[in-house]
């Protein structure tokens, strides 16, 4: 597991350092994106010392500078048709609509309509197709972040001077739990809020395990209070997590109206979500409705179950559990990607083909699921083995 402690905020280019130290080379992914871009781009690490803490900023060289004036439409063409895994695609263009979705809102306008000056910025099409590029690199690893840290004051934009946070930021934060610092800096930006909140399964001050490497990321902001870091740690050993269990009993709802409820409980980020048959008073046929979710995410959840279903009360209590940590690899069945779940637990390892991956494969071979996932299997560990 990854955990991400924004000291000092973020930015896509914090990201992009941070998930590059990991990886451990930025040589690949510059040629990548001079191939996507059609001019050839340079990233590289420089050395600094923030506080007397050795940390690492992004460098960015460009030989020539593409036209930077772009839609979500256009950036969303643009990937769709690269040359990038569809992973790596699929995340783009949603890190892309989490920012277009903000603006657009914003502006008050359509968002295949918006004309983004920040968004179509060559930076933060860098910013995001290499963050996406990295976290499918190293295996889609699980990430958790500290809060969000937010600024003071006011910043120039293409539309004039504008209050940090910067609405666009604010609006992509929402619903996230962030603190605000009190320093006349932008301190997260649209692309870096983005990006963290695609990739982070939950924002938490609370983090647990053996720290087997730390990074650290700066930029090119001083700051005379607070020290302009960020650090990614690696954890291993993470296994139990307390989580809230929350319950209620209905008895007065349609069926519709219990599938469109799971809905958006799993939007707003629930864990788990499942419904029990049960009598109630006057032996009434009715469900108890479970959900399981973070402590961040109680008062979403909450808001939720009584928005959108009958309920007039709750019943919530905090739990433990374990789970096996989790890894996500990519293998190469017949000339087809697939993704694999691989699980762990001690000397336990378990390994499941992902769900989707299986379907489509199943339906463009003809073959059952249940063949062609003993098979997929069977192939890996032939390979697995004799790595």
Same mark, same amino acid.
């Given at each position: 597991?990854?955990?991400?402690?924004?000291?000092?905020?973020?930015?896509?280019?914090?990201?992009?350092?941070?998930?590059?130290?990991?990886?451990?080379?930025?040589?690949?992914?510059?040629?990548?994106?001079?191939k996507?871009?059609?001019?050839?781009?340079?990233?590289?690490l420089?050395?600094?010392?923030?506080?007397?803490?050795r940390?690492?900023?992004?460098?960015?060289?460009?030989?020539?500078?593409?036209?930077?004036?772009?839609?979500?439409?256009?950036?969303?063409?643009?990937?769709?048709?690269?040359?990038?895994?569809?992973?790596i695609?699929?995340?783009?263009?949603?890190?892309?609509?989490i920012?277009?979705?903000?603006?657009?809102?914003?502006?008050?306008? +359509? !968002? %295949? *309509?918006?004309?983004?000056?920040?968004? @179509? &910025?060559?930076?933060?099409?860098?910013?995001i197709?290499?963050?996406?590029?990295?976290?499918?690199?190293?295996?889609?690893?699980?990430?958790?972040?500290?809060?969000?840290?937010?600024?003071?004051?006011?910043?120039?934009?293409?539309?004039?001077?504008?209050?940090?946070?910067?609405?666009?930021?604010?609006e992509?934060v929402?619903?996230?739990?962030?603190?605000?610092? +009190? !320093? %006349? *800096?932008?301190?997260?930006?649209?692309? @870096? &809020?983005?990006?963290?909140?695609?990739?982070?399964?939950g924002?938490?001050?609370?983090?647990?395990?053996?720290?087997?490497?730390i990074?650290?990321a700066t930029?090119?902001?001083?700051?005379?209070?607070?020290?302009?870091?960020?650090?990614?740690?690696?954890?291993?050993?993470?296994?139990?997590?307390?989580?809230?269990?929350i319950e209620?009993?209905?008895?007065?709802? +349609?069926?519709?109206?219990?599938g469109?409820?799971?809905?958006?409980?799993?939007e707003?980020?629930?864990?788990?979500v499942?419904?029990t048959?049960?009598?109630?008073?006057?032996?009434?046929?009715?469900?108890?409705?479970?959900?399981?979710?973070?402590?961040?995410?109680?008062?979403?959840?909450?808001?939720?179950?009584?928005?959108?279903?009958?309920?007039?009360?709750?019943?919530?209590?905090?739990?433990?559990?374990?789970?096996?940590?989790?890894?996500?690899?990519?293998?190469?069945?017949?000339?087809v990607?697939?993704?694999?779940?691989?699980?762990?637990?001690?000397?336990?390892?378990?390994?499941?083909?992902?769900?989707?991956?299986?379907?489509?494969?199943?339906?463009?071979m003809?073959?059952?699921?249940?063949?062609?996932?003993?098979?997929?299997?069977?192939?890996?560990?032939?390979?697995?083995?004799?790595?």
């Amino acid at each position: 597991m990854l955990y991400l402690d924004m000291i000092s905020g973020i930015a896509g280019d914090i990201f992009l350092s941070l998930m590059g130290q990991l990886y451990g080379d930025f040589e690949e992914i510059s040629a990548e994106l001079s191939k996507f871009l059609d001019t050839e781009i340079t990233l590289s690490l420089e050395e600094k010392f923030v506080n007397g803490i050795r940390a690492y900023k992004l460098n960015l060289k460009i030989s020539k500078k593409p036209h930077i004036h772009r839609t979500f439409k256009d950036i969303r063409k643009m990937l769709e048709s690269s040359h990038f895994d569809e992973n790596i695609k699929s995340d783009a263009v949603e890190i892309f609509r989490i920012i277009a979705e903000a603006e657009a809102k914003i502006h008050g306008k +359509d !968002i %295949d *309509e918006v004309h983004f000056h920040e968004v @179509g &910025a060559i930076d933060s099409i860098i910013d995001i197709v290499g963050a996406a590029w990295f976290y499918n690199k190293l295996n889609r690893p699980m990430i958790n972040s500290s809060y969000f840290r937010l600024g003071n004051g006011f910043v120039n934009s293409q539309h004039g001077v504008i209050p940090v946070p910067a609405p666009a930021t604010l609006e992509i934060v929402r619903d996230c739990n962030f603190e605000r610092l +009190d !320093i %006349d *800096e932008e301190l997260t930006t649209p692309t @870096g &809020a983005a990006i963290v909140k695609f990739y982070s399964k939950g924002f938490t001050r609370k983090v647990c395990g053996k720290v087997k490497d730390i990074f650290y990321a700066t930029g090119s902001k001083t700051f005379e209070r607070y020290p302009n870091l960020i650090r990614l740690l690696k954890l291993e050993g993470v296994e139990d997590e307390g989580i809230i269990e929350i319950e209620t009993n209905i008895d007065d709802m +349609d069926a519709e109206k219990f599938g469109f409820l799971m809905e958006k409980l799993f939007e707003v980020g629930a864990l788990d979500v499942f419904y029990t048959p049960i009598y109630m008073k006057k032996n009434r046929p009715a469900y108890k409705l479970s959900v399981l979710c973070k402590e961040e995410l109680f008062n979403s959840i909450v808001n939720v179950i009584f928005k959108f279903s009958s309920s007039s009360g709750i019943r919530f209590s905090k739990i433990d559990r374990i789970v096996m940590q989790r890894e996500i690899k990519n293998f190469n069945y017949k000339g087809v990607d697939v993704r694999l779940k691989v699980y762990r637990y001690n000397d336990i390892e378990k390994v499941k083909v992902e769900w989707e991956d299986l379907k489509k494969i199943s339906n463009e071979m003809g073959v059952s699921p249940n063949i062609l996932h003993n098979d997929i299997l069977n192939s890996f560990f032939k390979d697995h083995l004799k790595h």
